[in-house]
């Protein structure tokens, strides 16, 4: 069941993305999908609907009648005790037509203040009572700060136990993402490396083009911090930051990453300007196009105190990682559209290829996480002739250089995971609860403190200077994220 299904989220990713497990026979002919929403749509419109967005997802006509006959519609009201009786009654009829065996997913792609009643329902009216399994996969965000994402967590633990919910943070579904554990833990050659003596900072960035689009009233209330730090950012420093876990199996992956955010460097109201900082796009030019600033636009208040941006210092209190900084930045309207980690290792002990003039580049393995999807470590080899003089030379792996492979959509993975009851790549309750606590103290410090630079950016830029100041007071710079060209840098 996907309430929500009218929206966007399910147009342009949630049955694209089913329809691929399907074609790739992931999901048998034993499925039914009932999309839930407010307006009071027929099965033919719903199905109708669910056909377009596939086809325009996929870029091609093909017959997908078979698969759009496996969706229905149910027209809802999200407080109305009695559309969950007619919900719960379609549902028994189709768990029989299509033997389910009771087995059900509850998708809730729908503003997250629906999220406590329509679980809180789903128990009352006996849509949880099944002979099979039931799931509950949320989205984004679980909550505005942590007493909000408590109380959430408190009500759908009345209907759902922890093991059941599914929090979706689809960058655990990217598949370079699930790769840093590979990369990591699936070769000689870096694990052993992977600590305080031979990595010198490890940054992570997360820049967007776009700007807020029109979405200007949810993000005045939320800012880049808690759109994509308390989440994503966070997320991918605990994989890159997690001991090896003794299995890879869910619990055993989650309790590695809870340490790591039991072991951050705890913020406190004096120290979040000496490891945080904050930005807001003025207007500038994006990849050649004149672009208004963030208080220009839609539903935003012209005097607005909220961050597209941040960047920010993260330290991993244990043996480990003690004295390796963790830099992140995050921002709207910068220059490129990326993702991408760095992991910089220290200099040589002793370099015999010192040379005053053209100082050696350290090695750097980076991993490419979006758009590009792939690895590259930067080496340092011998430039011929001169005997003295290295160049650097880049040892790359590219997912689309790969036979043409498409890699599945985050959205896919995800979804199949939920279906196989593998609940890895979704976050577990002590993670939000600790990522939400490292974020509260920087947001209330910084709802308490308005900005007087802001804005403080040009839109096409990529970000404030105080980010390059945070890292030069470590003697490091950012590396760029677009057209990574060691050499140039
Ligand atoms: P949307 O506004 O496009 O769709 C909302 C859906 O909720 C519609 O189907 C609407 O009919 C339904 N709805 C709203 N009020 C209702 C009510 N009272 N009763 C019954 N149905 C009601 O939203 P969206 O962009 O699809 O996002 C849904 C969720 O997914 C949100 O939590 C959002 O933060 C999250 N999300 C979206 C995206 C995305 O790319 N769109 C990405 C990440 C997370």
Redesign the pocket.
């Known amino acids: 069941m996907i ?8 147009k ?2 949630l049955f694209p993305s089913l329809y691929q497990l399907y074609r790739k026979g992931e999901i048998s002919k034993n499925f039914a999908v009932i999309g ?4 009071d749509w027929s099965h033919d419109t719903f199905k109708s609907h669910v056909k377009d967005s596939i086809l325009t997802s996929i870029g091609k006509d093909e017959n997908i009648d078979e698969f759009v006959s496996h969706f229905y519609y149910q027209s ?3 407080s109305d005790s009695n559309s969950y009786v007619e919900l719960r009654n379609l549902s028994n009829d189709l768990d029989e037509k299509y033997d389910l065996q009771g087995n059900r997913i509850f998708y809730l ?4 203040e ?1 999220f406590g009643t329509i679980t809180e329902k789903l128990k009352t009216e006996g849509l949880t009572e099944t002979g099979g399994y039931t799931r509950l996969v949320i ?3 679980f909550g505005h700060d942590l007493p909000s994402a408590e109380k959430l967590n408190e009500q759908i633990r009345q209907s759902f136990s922890e093991d059941q919910i599914y929090r979706i943070d ?1 960058y655990l579904g990217k598949n370079m993402v699930q790769n840093i554990e590979a990369i990591r833990f699936a070769n000689a050659l870096f694990e052993p490396l992977w600590n305080n003596r031979y990595i010198s900072n490890i940054q992570i960035t997360s820049s967007e083009t776009l700007g807020v689009e029109e979405r200007g009233r949810y993000y005045e209330k939320s800012g880049a911090l808690r759109d994509m730090v308390q989440n994503h950012m966070l997320q991918m420093v605990s994989l890159l930051a997690m001991e090896p876990p003794i299995k890879l199996t869910t619990d055993e992956v989650r309790s590695e990453k809870v340490k790591v955010f039991r072991a951050m460097r705890e913020m406190t109201s004096s120290n979040v300007d000496e490891f945080f900082i904050r930005g807001q796009y003025d207007n500038g030019e994006v990849q050649g196009t004149k672009v208004a600033g963030y208080r220009e636009e839609p539903n935003v208040d012209p005097n607005s105190n909220t961050e597209t941006y941040v960047a920010g210092k993260v330290l991993i209190d244990n043996f480990r990682w003690a004295g390796v900084p963790f830099y992140i930045r995050t921002g709207k309207r910068m220059t490129a559209k990326a993702t991408k980690i760095v992991v910089e290792f220290k200099e040589i002990p002793m370099n015999l290829y010192y040379h005053p003039e053209k100082p050696q580049h350290p090695n750097l393995l980076v991993i490419h996480i979006q758009p590009d999807e792939g690895v590259t470590l930067h080496l340092n080899a011998k430039k011929s002739g001169d005997k003295l003089k290295t160049t650097p030379v880049n040892l790359s792996y590219s997912n689309k250089g790969i036979n043409g492979i498409n890699t599945p959509e985050a959205y896919e993975k995800l979804l199949f995971d939920c279906m196989r009851g593998d609940a890895t790549n979704f976050t577990h309750w002590d993670e939000v609860k600790l990522s939400w606590s490292f974020v509260d103290t920087i947001s209330t410090y910084w709802e308490s403190t308005t900005s007087k630079e802001f804005p403080n950016y040009p839109a096409g830029s990529m970000g404030p200077k105080a980010a390059d100041e945070l890292l030069d007071q470590d003697g490091f710079k950012w590396w760029p994220v677009d057209g990574f060209d060691v050499d140039n840098c």
């Open positions: 309430f929500g299904a009218t929206g966007d989220l399910a342009r990713k839930v929403a407010r307006r809802h009201d999200v792609a729908m503003a997250p629906f989205e984004k965000p689809h």
